[in-house]
């Protein structure tokens, strides 16, 4: 989560991929990319499930400006297919993209799932 406009708290969900310190990445004019200016972030995981389970990291978000066109074609290989998702890279292919990197700095978690009756 990150401070919006007057020291509001902005919810932005966010493409995402699995590397070690990268988190998404947006379009360099998307509306929550500027709520990431205050670079304070909270990023929770859950499953939505019982036996619930959560995890919440607390930390700092940096944003780098560039063309990443391969970031960019694995990322929708994985959320539209091989198809689908490389056509739509292709039709990106050249634009800069925001990537944002997150350095957590606390985690919380909880199971429910490990709790007896």
Known sequence: M???GQGRQAAAGVTFGFRPTSLGYRGPHARD????RDPRVTLVVD???APY???VLKGRATLEEKTDDKRTERMAVAYLGKKLGKAYAKSLSGQKVVVVSFKPARTISWDYGQERP
């Not at 990319?33 to 990431?36: D, M, V, Y």
Request: proline residues 0%; hydrophobic residues 25%; glycine residues 16%.
């Open 2 to 4: 990150a401070q919006g």
């Open 33 to 36: 990319c500027g709520s990431l």
């Open 53 to 55: 389970k959560t995890v």
């Open 47 to 49: 499953t939505k499930k």
